[in-house]
Nanobody, 115 residues
């Protein structure tokens, strides 16, 4: 059973930065894709960014130019660097891994952007 553990969330002021980490219990090289999702109170969970096996990245429009997803295969870790944070970015951020047909989720980490 794959386990994903997120860290790096917290409280930050608007315009600030955070880096989220997601460490897997196994080799992330075995995953078809890994990604970050977020869920704000009363909202559905939504995709933020994804990186597929060959290293191609995809971002949703509202984070393009501000967030960067990357991975370190040696550390079995995927990162989400978040810059220029806005109050609308406040949410629980979840790590996701696809190993078709299976899908795995982390427990989530809270990000709060507020002055």
């Amino acid at each position: 059973q794959v386990q994903l553990v997120e860290s790096g969330g917290g409280l930050v002021q608007p315009g600030g930065s955070l880096r989220l980490s997601c460490t897997a219990s196994g080799s992330i090289s075995s995953f078809d894709a890994m990604g970050w999702y977020r869920q704000a109170p009363g909202e559905q969970r939504e995709l933020v960014a994804r990186i597929i096996r060959v290293g191609i990245t995809k971002y949703v429009d509202f984070v393009k130019g501000r967030f960067t997803i990357s991975r370190d295969n040696a550390k079995n870790t995927v990162y989400l660097q978040m810059n220029s944070l806005k109050p609308d970015d406040t949410a629980v951020y979840y790590c996701n891994a696809l190993q078709f047909p299976r899908e795995y989720w982390g427990q989530g980490t809270q990000v709060t952007v507020s002055s």
